[in-house]
């Protein structure tokens, strides 16, 4: 076991703000946590994802389509994927989803389309999805009442609704909780986090984005995770190693082919 127990379920570690220091920060975070989760945007970072988990032992990767990279999504691109996930250290189809925020992205039925894409993909490989949600929270929702069966799902740094939370603990999905949960104005992620079973919890950090207190607005690593899930442990009133071992655990049983692999 590393010296937290701790994994990060969600770090983007292709990111060009660690070009410089990239290999000098893993190898000392490979002493911090026992594994860290790499999800593509596109096809480039999809496939450094894949470079890096089999470089190092505690890395694994996902690979999909961001729905802030859809502009430059290539005819064949769910073919692409699927040679990608017949590697043992793929272990998701992330992240995707629906961004609704930046204006120019594409249109709403765009986003659907290649989001419903991908998660039938994810099911023809039995593989979890890892999903991104902002602003569209009333769509996701609808997606997974109606369209997705049989199938397990993180919502990355769940910023939803408690009453959307409720309807996606009751069909066995996780929650990704990250630096966001630590900050002053994030009440409603408190309550998430709070109302969520314990073994739906995931920590995670969206490096190099969203750094929890005190590092807000810095550049965030994964070793950070620590921050979130200490600050996790005071909210919830519970041991700090016995919740780390309970996400791992989490962790392991959400993307299978860790645990199949180890
Ligand atoms: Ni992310």
Request: glycine share 6%; charged share 30%; with cysteine.
């Amino acid at each position: 076991m590393s010296r937290t127990g701790l994994w990060d379920s969600h770090a983007h570690m292709d990111s060009d703000y660690f070009a410089g220091d990239r290999d000098e920060l893993l190898k000392k975070l490979e002493q911090d946590l026992d594994g860290i989760i790499n999800p593509g945007c596109d096809a480039s970072t999809s496939e450094f994802a894949i470079n890096l988990a089999e470089k190092y032992d505690f890395i694994y990767a996902a690979v999909g389509w961001h729905p802030e990279d859809l502009k430059k999504l290539p005819a064949g691109y769910l073919d692409r994927m699927a040679g990608w996930v017949r590697h043992p250290k793929v272990v998701a189809i992330g992240e995707i989803g629906l961004d609704y925020y930046w204006k120019e992205n594409e249109p709403k039925e765009v986003q659907k389309k290649v989001l419903l894409e991908q998660i039938d993909l994810a099911r023809q490989f039995s593989l979890p999805v890892i999903i991104h949600d902002r602003e569209a929270y009333g769509d996701i929702l609808e997606i997974f009442q109606k369209e997705v069966k049989n199938m397990e799902a993180v919502f990355h740094c769940y910023s939803g609704s408690l009453e959307m939370a409720k309807e996606l603990v009751k069909r066995g999905h996780y929650f990704g909780f990250g630096g966001t949960s630590t900050y002053k104005n994030a009440a409603k992620v408190r309550k998430v986090l709070q109302y969520v079973p314990k073994e739906r919890i995931l920590f995670e950090t969206d490096s190099p984005y969203l750094a929890p207190v005190p590092y807000r607005g810095k550049r965030n690593n994964p070793g950070y995770v620590e921050l979130t899930a200490r600050n996790a442990a005071e909210i919830l009133k519970i041991d700090f190693e016995e919740l780390a071992a309970m996400t791992t655990a989490n962790v392991k049983r959400l993307f299978r082919k860790i645990g199949s692999k180890a």
